[in-house]
């Protein structure tokens, strides 16, 4: 049984620092890639941030330069590194797990979410 479990998510002001962290088990089959995203109240849910499986990252034009994405496909963890952060990065932020079954059967699989707050 696959389970993905999130923690680092908090109140902090603007201008402060968060780091998430995300956590995979049961998972045996390639990893592709590893991303976090975000959904705000009445909004969608956004990609914020992805690391392939090779290392390439890539970011939402609203992080770049602020937030960074790490993993250890060893040890199945993520982080995402949150600085200066601001009221509008307010929202749940999920981890997410691409991977493939087979060659012909890819699964996503996703954290529980973790609250970000960021007050003005």
């Known amino acids: 049984q696959v389970q993905l479990v999130e923690s680092g998510g908090g109140l902090v002001q603007a201008g402060g620092s968060l780091r998430l962290s995300c956590a995979a088990s049961?998972?045996?089959?390639?990893?592709?890639?590893i991303g976090w995203y975000r959904q705000a109240p009445g909004k969608q849910r956004d990609l914020v941030a992805v690391?392939?499986?090779?290392?390439?990252?890539d970011y939402a034009d609203s992080v770049k330069g602020r937030f960074t994405i790490s993993s250890d496909n060893a040890k199945k963890t993520v982080w995402l590194q949150m600085n200066s952060l601001k009221p509008e990065d307010t929202a749940v932020y999920y981890c997410?797990?691409?991977?493939?079954?087979?060659?012909?059967?890819?699964?996503?699989?996703w954290g529980q979410g973790t609250q970000v707050t960021v007050s003005s």
């Open positions: 997410n797990f691409k991977v493939t079954i087979i060659p012909v059967l890819k699964r996503d699989y």
């Open positions: 049961g998972i045996t089959s390639s990893i592709n890639a």
């Open positions: 690391i392939s499986s090779g290392g390439t990252t």
